[in-house]
């Protein structure tokens, strides 16, 4: 299974079931999972099972998930009148009219509108019980849907890593090869700027040359970016979750790079290291976003 995104988007709407009602669920990258849910009256009986069902197709990222109204669809059945709650708000709203009188103030009546959409004031009724199944069954409809997005989101990701991935070994490379040249390069510079000073000593000029010579190996440091990238391939073609394995990679690679950097001594080899940190941030940018 190829890697998949954690930004997605996807929308379901409930016509079929006869309600005026549709789902959008959101996704973005998240270190862990983050699920927030919001779901109107009388629906909020359903968060558990909301709740459930998005763990079953969301592991990783910051989720939005919301049951909205497209116009109001309570029914204003008088046996769905909650007589205990709308006492308790009535008394609740006198209480506030009485204390911001006294206070010189006025304030507006709540309107029948907002009685009737304050929570918990109207119940469900049956009809709407009896469609629960089916809203969660749209629910699922739209997970699968931003499942498929996140896959296809995934895929461009896994498709730029891999360009970047090629670009980064041609730089390898690049160094690999023209590591001699410049190491002899380097070697003639050193012992004409020393020679004059050390022509009693030959034997210590040698030894300077061979530490000099072992500071600037890279071999290791290019060995283990070819090491890397291989992990980095074998990643992209699991079968699981890979976006902090992918995460770790970046930070290997960038650590590899700034070494590179650091015991570089010409030109051609620093333009290399840079040119590799740049193409590993952007690398590292996208794999924020893998699950």
Known sequence: ????????????????????????VRSVNHRFLDMHVRL??????????????????VQRGKVDCQLIEQKQTTNLNPQNLNSEALH????????????????????????????????????ASNSEQDLAPKLLAHLEQALQQLQQQRQQEGDKIAEFLRQRSEELATEVKQVRDCYPE?????????????????????????QELLLWVQKMDVAEELSR??????????????????????????????????????????????QAAIDMKVLIEQ??????NVL
């Open 182 to 206: 410049v190491l002899a390069y380097q070697q003639d510079k050193f012992k004409q700027h020393f020679s004059a000073v050390e022509q009693a000593n030959n034997e210590r000029l040698e």
């Open 225 to 270: 970016l070819d090491m890397h990238l291989s992990a980095l391939e074998t990643a992209l073609s699991e079968d699981k979750a890979v976006g902090r394995r992918l995460d770790f990679l970046m930070q290997e690679l960038n650590r590899e790079a700034n070494t590179l950097g650091s015991k570089s001594q010409h030109q051609r080899t620093s």
């Open 88 to 123: 308790q708000l009535l008394s609740l709203s006198k209480r506030i009219q009485q204390q911001v009188h006294t206070e010189g103030l006025g304030i507006t009546p709540l309107s029948t509108l907002d009685i009737l959409q304050y929570p918990g004031v109207l119940s």
């Open 40 to 57: 109107p009256e009388p629906w909020r009986q359903l968060e558990t099972e909301v709740r459930a069902l998005l763990s079953q197709y």
């Open 1 to 24: 299974m190829p890697i998949k995104s954690m930004t997605a988007f996807a929308r379901q709407a409930c016509d079929d079931a006869g309600l005026e009602l549709h789902w959008e």
């Open 283 to 288: 690398m590292r940018e996208q794999v924020q």
